[in-house]
């Protein structure tokens, strides 16, 4: 009984979808299929029950599941720490520089209490690279907010965050209780420079090509509100400086926090650093 059939068969226990559990291991469905059978072989008993109505898990299946993710997370922990022994446990760390992550600190003291032998290094980048240097190879891991080019990562969401209008609190729309996109559409709005990715884009514009002065940080977007009168989107969870405010937006999609890296990376200290981040953010 292999780890990776294990891993196999936690997915599809998960999902209770070969198809799904497919998409989220990165193979076709057929092999995961034959992987499968192969350990109900093994085990001599059938371990899901498929009809048209879908998956479910057979009492014997029930037990291996509860059993494997014991099992997987032991032999995920022993190679970290087998890493750590030999002095090469290091992990580089990208986090958008939003201001807003008020989970950073519960993340840090988590993640130090269970790898207090791993080096972290903290890369913090600009709101024109939303995958914190991820496709440049420059980070192991990334702390940031969703949208952008998922291609070649694993994405993973620890929190959505309802956004609101950035503003002057002098503007006239200031002191309503919530707004709309439409509500905003003769405005100027802050944006990001040519290059930046168009998903990333696109969404922090509301879905719409706008114009305004380019920014380039979480300061530069509240200064551009504050001396120029223009506007722009923003996490409720931020606390806009002294003259600005945050209008709740009823018909905007919530900012996802997310924890990526790149799909082949099969370093246990990402998975970890993926599930603690997930803790401290839902704490």
């Avoid at 990333?200 to 509240?222: H, I």
């Avoid at 990376?265 to 998975?271: G, H, K, Q, S, V």
């Amino acid at each position: 009984m292999e780890l990776r059939t294990l891993r196999y068969f936690v997915a599809v226990a998960e999902e209770l979808h070969f198809g799904r559990a497919a998409t989220r291991l990165h193979m076709s469905q057929p092999p995961l299929s034959r992987a499968i059978r192969q350990l109900e072989g093994e085990v001599g008993a059938t371990l899901l029950d498929r009809s048209p109505a879908g998956v479910t898990l057979t009492p014997v299946g029930a037990v291996l599941l509860e059993e494997a993710r014991a099992l997987l997370d032991r032999a995920e922990r022993l190679r970290v720490r087998v890493a750590a022994a030999a002095g090469a446990a290091t992990l580089t760390v990208g986090i958008l520089g939003d201001g807003g992550d008020r989970a950073a600190l519960r993340l840090a003291d988590s993640y130090r209490r269970r790898h207090p032998r791993v080096e972290v290094r903290v890369r913090e980048t600009d709101l024109t690279d939303p995958t914190c240097g991820l496709h440049a190879g420059l980070v192991d891991v990334a702390l940031t907010r969703a949208p952008f080019d998922e291609t070649g990562l694993r994405v993973h969401e620890v929190r959505a965050d309802p956004v609101g209008a950035l503003l002057r609190a002098d503007d006239p729309l200031a002191g309503r209780a919530q707004l709309k996109l439409a509500d905003l559409t003769d405005r100027r709005w802050f944006r990001f420079p040519e290059g930046t990715d168009p998903r990333w884009q696109a969404y922090w514009n509301g879905g719409e090509s706008r114009e305004g002065p380019v920014v380039r940080a979480v300061q530069e977007c509240q200064q551009a509100v504050l001396w120029n009168g223009t506007i722009g989107l923003a996490p409720l969870v931020h606390r806009p400086t002294r003259g600005l405010a945050v209008v709740p937006l009823s018909d905007m999609p919530p900012s996802r926090v997310v924890v990526a890296w790149n799909e082949g990376d099969t370093n246990p200290l990402i998975r970890s650093f993926a599930e603690i981040a997930t803790a401290a953010h839902r704490a």
